[in-house]
Nanobody, 121 residues
């Protein structure tokens, strides 16, 4: 069983910075993509940023220029560096990964438990 563990959430003042980390462990044959989603109370879970094994990134419009996603394929980790944080960024942030989990090439989506990010005015 693959497990994703997030860390780095917490309380920060508006304009501040925070770094989230996600580490994957388990029987992983190949990395496909990893990323971060967030869900605020009463809202759906939305993509924040994602990155593929060859370094291609995708960001939500609301975080472009403020957030940076990075990864270490060998360690199956992904980080989200967040700066210029706004109260609107307050949400539970979830790590998501798509991994090849069999030698034949089967892919499975995995989710972490989430980490709370609260941005105070």
């Amino acid at each position: 069983q693959v497990q994703l563990v997030e860390s780095g959430g917490g309380l920060v003042q508006a304009g501040g910075s925070l770094r989230l980390s996600c580490a994957a462990s388990g029987n992983i044959f190949n990395y496909n993509s990893m990323g971060w989603y967030r869900q605020a109370p009463g809202k759906q879970r939305d993509l924040v940023a994602s990155i593929t094994s060859d370094g291609r990134t995708n960001y939500a419009d609301s975080v472009k220029g403020r957030f940076t996603i990075s990864r270490d394929n060998a360690k199956n980790t992904v980080d989200l560096e967040m700066s210029s944080l706004e109260p609107e960024d307050t949400a539970v942030y979830f790590c998501k990964a798509v991994f090849q989990v069999t030698v034949e090439g089967a892919r499975v989506d995995y989710w972490g438990q989430g980490t709370q990010v609260t941005v105070a005015s």
